[in-house]
């Protein structure tokens, strides 16, 4: 589910090192970004996040029908403003997972997707993207969270096995899910905080960005 872009090698840090992974929900205003960032995946990390080596304009038309209403998407955000790590949570009628239909018995289930660019390997984003996905269900009154892959998926098979989720393997595929406790308290606001710290980080790095840009096109810099 990931490979590729630059600089050092996100393993290469000391954890000390290692950046905090701010998660943010997306909306309809990073759609273009969503679409950068599943184009950027190479055949072998398409093939991980959607279980196919999907074109070009079957990703484009994915990306297009993603409903924000509906479901609810994540993204990790660099410091260029690129996505680098994608969470997509659909919610589904219980009826339409065979596989947790009689482990709920709530009305919707939700399914985890999760995608991360090779230049964010290392650090922990597609974990971070489960937690929060997580943390989001039990707020959502869903207590049953489903991931679908294939079974050679190891990035998926150890975020599953880290949070424990039960899995079964078949054919290739593998399907895993975990039992949620519901929500408290203490789930809406860590739910809340991580949210308002994440929008924070946001706004940060788009201002500097901003303030590079201006800075750029100073005349002094006109010619270089």
């Not at 840090?13 to 990073?30: I, N, Q, T, Y």
């Not at 055949?43 to 924000?68: A, C, H, K, M, N």
């Not at 959502?140 to 150890?158: A, G, I």
């Amino acid at each position: 589910m990931r490979r590729g872009e630059n600089a050092m090698n996100a393993d290469e840090l000391h954890p000390a090192e290692k950046p905090s992974v701010r998660v943010k929900e997306l909306s309809e205003r990073d759609r273009r970004r969503l679409l950068k960032h599943f184009l950027a995946l190479d055949d072998g990390d398409r093939l991980l996040r959607f279980g196919s080596v999907l074109p070009d304009d079957l990703i484009t038309g994915y990306v297009q029908r993603l409903d924000f209403s509906r479901d609810t998407v994540f993204g990790v955000y660099n410091s260029k403003l690129a996505l680098v790590g994608v969470g997509h949570l659909a919610f589904l009628p219980r009826e339409d997972v065979p596989a947790v239909s009689d482990a709920t018995v709530k009305s919707r289930a939700a399914e985890f997707g999760v995608s991360v660019s090779a230049s964010a390997r290392g650090l922990g984003i597609g974990s971070r993207l489960f937690e929060r996905a997580a943390i989001h269900c039990r707020n959502e009154d869903v207590d049953t969270l489903y991931m679908h892959c294939l079974s050679s998926n190891q990035t998926m098979m150890h975020i599953a096995r880290k949070a424990g989720m039960e899995i079964h393997r078949e054919y290739g595929e593998a399907d895993a899910f975990l039992k949620l406790p519901p929500a408290d308290p203490r789930s809406v606001l860590r739910e809340a905080v991580e949210e308002q710290v994440a929008a924070f980080d946001y706004r940060l790095k788009a201002n500097a960005k901003a303030a590079v840009k201006w800075w750029k096109r100073l005349p002094r810099f006109r010619g270089k």
